[in-house]
C-alpha cells in the first residue's frame, strides 16, 4: 500500500507571512509520518479575479486547471490561511471559486473537492489565531463536498509564536498541531486504501 499524498497551500503570498511560517512548521510534523508531502505557493498558480463572463469567454484558465490536477491526484490537501475582516481571505476563495470550476481535463474527469479529505489552519497577529475565518473556510469546502476534519489548529499572536527554528512555542498549540496531523494522514491513508481497493 503507497502513502497518502497531502498537498500543503499557504493561502498567503506575503512576504514574511505568518501563514506560511506554520505551514512550513505544520510540513515539519508531517515530515515524521508516513505521507508523501507536497508544498505549494500560490505564487506560482496566479488567476485572474473569478468572472463568470471571463470563463465563457476564455474558458477555465491553466492555472487553474493545474491546481484542480493537484488537488484530484493527493489524498489529502491542508489549507493554512490567514483571517480577512472575520473571514476567508481574497486568495483562498479565489482560488477554491476557480479550482471547483474544472470536472475534467486532458486525462480524464476531475474531484478537486468531493469525497476528497481536507484541513484547515490558520495563524493571526489577534488573540482569535484567525478562527473565525477557519469556520467559514469549514462552510465553503463542505459545501463542495469535501471532508474537513474537526482537528484544527488556529496561532494567535503568530509574530511572536515561532522560535529560531521556526517552530511553535506553546506546547498545547504544539500538541494540537501534532494531533492534527496524525489525523489527516490516518485519514488519507484510509481514502487511499479505498481507492485502490
Given at each position: 500500500?503507497?502513502?497518502?499524498?497531502?498537498?500543503?497551500?499557504?493561502?498567503?503570498?506575503?512576504?514574511?507571512s505568518h501563514n506560511a511560517r506554520l505551514a512550513g512548521a505544520i510540513v515539519k510534523v508531517l515530515t515524521r509520518l508516513d505521507c508523501e508531502i507536497t508544498r505549494i505557493t500560490l505564487r506560482d498558480y496566479e488567476l485572474p479575479l473569478y468572472d463568470g463572463d471571463l470563463e465563457g469567454r476564455r474558458g477555465l484558465p491553466e492555472n487553474a486547471q493545474k491546481l484542480a490536477r493537484l488537488f484530484h491526484?493527493?489524498?489529502?490537501?491542508?489549507?493554512?490561511?490567514?483571517?480577512?475582516?472575520?473571514?476567508?481571505?481574497?486568495?483562498?476563495?479565489?482560488?477554491?471559486d476557480w479550482t471547483s470550476c474544472v470536472k475534467s481535463d486532458h486525462a480524464g474527469e476531475l474531484q478537486p473537492f468531493h469525497g476528497k479529505v481536507f484541513a484547515v489552519s490558520s495563524a493571526s497577529t489577534d488573540v482569535y489565531g484567525?478562527?473565525?475565518?477557519?469556520?467559514?473556510?469549514?462552510?465553503?469546502?463542505?459545501?463542495?463536498?469535501?471532508?474537513?476534519?474537526?482537528?484544527?489548529?488556529?496561532?494567535?499572536?503568530?509574530?511572536?509564536?515561532?522560535d529560531e527554528s521556526e517552530a511553535l512555542k506553546d506546547a498545547q498549540t504544539a500538541d494540537r498541531m501534532d494531533a492534527m496531523c496524525a489525523s489527516l494522514v490516518e485519514r488519507a491513508a484510509l481514502l487511499s486504501a479505498r481507492m485502490e481497493g
Open positions: 500500500m503507497r502513502y497518502p499524498r497531502i498537498l500543503v497551500i499557504p493561502c498567503s503570498n506575503r512576504s514574511g491526484e493527493n489524498d489529502a490537501v491542508m489549507l493554512v490561511t490567514p483571517e480577512y475582516n472575520t473571514s476567508l481571505p481574497p486568495l483562498a476563495k479565489n482560488t477554491i484567525g478562527v473565525r475565518g477557519l469556520n467559514h473556510l469549514r462552510a465553503v469546502l463542505s459545501s463542495l463536498g469535501a471532508l474537513v476534519i474537526p482537528e484544527q489548529v488556529a496561532v494567535s499572536h503568530a509574530a511572536n509564536a515561532f
